[in-house]
């Protein structure tokens, strides 16, 4: 997020995680997740590189 200069988390510091592999079976570099974290509303839309931020 700091590399993009995206603003620190807003409201709740939990995020979300959703993993399609047990990340006990499966090594750090295979393992497959998407994550969601709460930015302010004035965040501009991303989407590259496999990350996005969609409001």
Same mark, same amino acid.
């Given at each position: 997020?700091?590399?993009?200069? !995206? ?8 995020? /979300? ?8 079976? &499966? *090594?750090? +570099? $295979? +393992?497959?997740?998407? &994550?969601? &974290?709460? +930015?302010?509303?004035?965040?501009? $839309? &991303?989407? $590259? *590189? *496999?990350?996005? !931020?969609? /409001?």
């Amino acid at each position: 997020m700091a590399k993009k200069s !995206i603003p620190a988390l807003s409201g709740s510091p939990m995020g /979300l995680a959703h993993y399609y592999d047990d990340p006990a079976s &499966v *090594g750090p +570099v $295979e +393992v497959r997740f998407k &994550v969601a &974290v709460p +930015v302010p509303t004035e965040t501009p $839309e &991303v989407a $590259e *590189g *496999g990350a996005a !931020i969609c /409001l």
